[in-house]
């Protein structure tokens, strides 16, 4: 659902290709442009979902467009592109490091596709090659008019530490093979994966996108790995407030497969008929449930209608981790049934989810954000005890330390430097006849948040020693 096009700037892709027999030459990068151009056009045929951004680099890299679904845009930027100095591939791996961190995060799965001249087969194999720091993989296309030096040292195309392959095109250069690379790799790429969206005698085949991939955990003893069937049959519905937000692998959207036959009549028939997926869909979001469905053996996931704005709205597979307790307040998800004494009892209104006989105590200092109200609701409660000072100098101080210690254990260092700017604003709004011990405390404790130490969870930020009365403070 995310590509990233890195196209080399130096001065050696700037080399006139003649073609022969013809009077025709080009440069390394017009064939690149023209190779890029190939790609966007597979694209917006066949997947007309995927994000694209283009990096350039040479000594440097920069990004040239982020992240969009706007192939025009694309084609257009990449015609105006000017020469710089020689090519270094360490800043590129870092810039798209960053750029799919800022865009994304680094749970989703980004293919890089990179466009340089054949240096990259010693370049890209030096020791201070950094790897991606989310699941994907880099496809080097090098454009060389004779073989490299450097590709007879190798026995093989692949990139030390699963950083990806190297592919080249036919020799000689010439735009037909520069065209043939780069659809051979949307072709073994961008492959849609297809499934049967089945419940009871129900069923559609559907696209998932992106595709999903295999789920691989290092247990005690050995190493498992999951791979999802071609059938997602459900085993039952939820309310949408019981499962609330567990934690997950990655997201797809489920699209209808559409049958696309040469003949018109066929195709109309095809969108005529009715659709499963349409019809869940529907129900999922009127009635505001959540279906369970089974992927495989001991593999769970969630159908939910999912919405980016007011007005439009899509189905949505949420993959679980493996295992039956992916959902840990609902207890194991195979007990989710209805027995037949509960069937014929009416006087049962809540059944679900089914109680385990372990006494559990929920009387926990932990803080738990699961939505932002939650954390919202905590920094208000510091704010207030904040107002209060001199006389709830104890509690604003073990209130600040219990959410510095959730953030740390959570790694949302930003809430501290946030936490900070508000004390700072909130003691530059005190009124006048506030006691000046408050504000004191206020830029105390900003200061204190701001610094390396506020980041060890063993330390405790203490109260401020000042001048005035002191009361029974820690």
């Known amino acids: 659902m995310a590509t990233v096009i890195a196209i080399d700037l130096s001065v050696s892709m700037l080399r006139d290709i003649k073609i022969k027999d013809t009077k025709e030459s080009f440069t390394l990068l017009q064939l690149a442009t023209h190779g890029v151009n190939v790609l966007l056009d597979y694209l917006a045929v066949h997947s007309r979902l995927e994000f694209v951004a283009v990096v350039t680099f040479s000594s440097t890299c920069d990004v040239l467009c982020s992240f969009t679904r706007d192939y025009d845009l694309i084609k257009a930027k990449i015609t105006q592109l000017e020469f710089r100095t020689n090519t270094c591939y360490p800043p590129v791996i870092q810039t798209i490091n960053y750029l799919v961190h800022s865009e994304w995060s680094n749970s989703i799965t980004c293919q890089v596709i990179m466009i340089t001249d054949g240096n990259c087969y010693e370049g890209l194999r030096k020791p201070d090659m950094t790897p991606f720091l989310f699941p994907g993989k880099l496809i080097v296309v090098p454009l060389e008019q004779v073989p490299s030096l450097y590709k007879n040292n190798y026995d093989s195309n692949k990139l030390p530490n699963g950083l990806g392959y190297i592919t080249s095109p036919e020799l000689p250069l010439t735009p037909s093979s520069v065209a043939k690379v780069f659809e051979k790799i949307a072709k073994e790429t961008y492959i849609p994966y297809s499934a049967v969206l089945r419940c009871g005698n129900l069923k559609s085949d559907v696209h998932l996108t992106p595709p999903p991939m295999s789920y691989t955990k290092a247990a005690d003893f050995e190493i498992m790995t999951c791979c999802i069937s071609s059938e997602l049959n459900i085993i039952g519905f939820l309310e949408s407030s019981k499962v609330e937000c567990p934690a997950t692998l990655s997201r797809h959207l489920i699209l209808h497969q559409r049958i696309l036959d040469e003949c018109l009549e066929t195709n109309e028939a095809s969108a005529k008929t009715p659709s499963f997926c349409v019809l869940l869909h529907g129900a999922l979001k009127v009635e505001n449930m959540t279906a369970v469905c089974q992927l495989s053996s001991n593999w769970y996931g969630l159908l939910v209608s999912w919405a980016d704005n007011k007005k439009k709205s899509n189905l949505m597979l949420i993959i679980l981790e493996p295992g039956t307790n992916a959902i840990p307040w609902l207890g194991d998800i195979r007990n989710l049934t209805l027995s037949p004494t509960e069937l014929n009892n009416s006087d049962v209104e809540e059944t679900q989810p089914s109680k385990t006989p372990d006494k559990r105590s929920y009387n926990q200092s932990q803080l738990v954000w699961i939505k932002e109200a939650g954390l919202q609701a905590d920094i208000q409660k510091i704010l207030r005890q904040a107002r209060k000072m001199p006389d709830k100098i104890p509690s604003f101080y073990k209130e600040l330390n219990r959410i510095r210690k959730a953030a740390i254990a959570y790694s949302f260092n930003d809430l501290l430097t946030s936490i ?52 029974d403070l820690m």
Not at 427 to 447: E, K, Y
Not at 449 to 469: E, G, H, Q, S, W
């Open 420 to 471: 900070a700017d508000l004390l700072e604003l909130e003691c530059s709004n005190l009124p006048g006849g506030t006691h000046p011990d408050c504000a004191l405390q206020l830029t105390h404790a900003a200061i204190e948040l701001r610094k390396p130490l506020a980041m060890d969870p063993k330390l405790t930020i203490v109260p401020m020693i000042t001048k005035y009365a002191q009361h």
